[in-house]
């Protein structure tokens, strides 16, 4: 596929990870300082499957942990997953209204621990200051303090890791510094926070402080404009990338929030996970050779998150599509 350029910037396409046999219905995806990456689960093909998936960029398969359930370390509903400097996951239930804490650098062998790394939780369920209404989102700021956006109370809280509340902002409205459901959640490098107003189709900016300073994108069908944004991610250029969950692209945006481009999807290739699944289902691959127009399958279906790496890299959650499509930005 030929890359997207814009502006002095040229977005092309790296590679896929993942496919139904790794991923069921991913909605978020972390990362560590090694950049593994964490996918959270939340969706069933006849069994509910609700778990992290942890694996490299390259797709090597790590493990995995969670599960569905509701005693300490399985999922209900789970939405969002940060990563600490301590190796630790803290995964989002907005069903059970708390935060789930786990160890990551145990030996997965390559396996599913279920619970079996599970540390602590917090959370109280309610509308009250410090109390949790449908977690949804998660960022960790420099002290490592966590954001986290709350569908159900229109708001975001600030926790230490601990969970020891120490402010929110925001309400339920349409006006600057309300909200209508905020979904992601994400932090530029001078400490301002994003937040996708899902609802109210816009993205918000705010000071650390939870001070209103601008919106991002507006309500429409036009290149630049958004129909329920999901998520948000801030590169160290400070450009912005927001996924349109329900007009399934990716809109990018400068650090002034001046549109540059639209990202629809340009996968093109299968992932190494894939492949092997055709080499050893015969009836699935002679399904795919009657094929005749594969154009359909790169663009993304309601893609739910997106993340940039260490490395620069732009992973975007391509969620009905079971997988999730990386991408690379250089700049002119």
Known sequence: MEATTARGRKFSYSHTLGNLTIFRYPVDVGLDADNNVYVVNRGHDGDWVFGVNKITIDEDEIGRFGGEGDTDGRFRWPTSIVIDSQRLAYVADEWHNRISIFDTTVDFNGGDVEEGNFLRKWGVPGPEPGQLGAPA???LDDNEDLYITEQGNNRVSKFTREGEFLMTFGGPGAGPGQFNRPWGIAIDGEGNLYVADWNNHRI?????????LQVIGEPGQGPGQLRRPSDVAVDADGDIYVTDWGQSKVEVY????A???TLYGDHNKLSPRSQKYLELNTV?????????????ERYFNTPTAVEVDRDGRIIIVDNIRLRLQVYRKEMA
């Open 137 to 139: 989102g998660m960022v």
């Open 204 to 212: 918000q900016k705010f000071t650390s402080a939870g001070e209103f």
């Open 259 to 261: 549109h540059l481009t």
């Open 284 to 296: 699935d691959s002679e399904k795919r050779a009657l094929v005749t127009d594969f154009d359909p």
């Open 254 to 257: 400068d650090a002034d929030g």
